[in-house]
């Protein structure tokens, strides 16, 4: 995340510097009254390229903060009379711990809790079960995470939900 931020500030910095670079062109073009039209439409161009540059990179670099630490991978699944939480990785571990929470929708809309349950495991995988009976014509939504603590001290916690 550390990395993130220091990528982003050298981004803003850059794009500091380039905007004041071209308020100076433009201002000694205004002073002087020597630049051209097709020497301005030039410069618009070549301005607006570099802001739009600076806008994809910043994009990209925001895509890269949410890579996991690990290759590592969390499911959830919801049956006609049992829910389940897999959580996976190819990545030295410690330990995983996985949770899952089921809701059921209400009459009005609303979601309300129904069932939960958690495990945890020293092996690559993990995962956990609970029954539940789901009633016809009713929405469920399982919501889980996975905390995978790694073997070099790194840790990470994945998310996700599922509706049925």
Do not use: H
Request: charged residues 20%.
């Amino acid at each position: 995340m550390e990395n993130l931020k220091n990528f982003l500030l050298k981004i803003e910095t850059k794009r500091m510097r380039i905007a004041l670079i071209i308020q100076r062109l433009l201002l000694g073009a205004k002073k002087r009254r020597c630049m051209s039209m097709s020497k301005k439409r030039l410069l618009s161009i070549v301005v607006s390229a570099v802001i739009l540059l600076s806008f994809a990179c910043t994009a990209m670099a925001a895509e890269k903060s949410e890579r996991y630490v690990g290759d590592s991978t969390v499911n959830g699944s919801i049956y006609q009379t049992y829910y389940q939480v897999d959580a996976q990785t190819r990545t030295g571990v410690k330990k995983i711990s996985v949770s899952g929470v089921l809701y059921e929708k209400g009459t009005i809309g609303t979601w309300q809790k129904v069932s939960s349950c958690s495990n945890s495991s020293t092996t690559s995988t993990c995962m956990v079960s609970s029954s539940f009976n789901t009633k016809p014509g009713k929405s469920y939504r399982l919501e889980y995470s996975a905390t995978f603590s790694y073997s070099d001290g790194r840790s990470e916690t994945i998310t996700g939900s599922t509706s049925r």
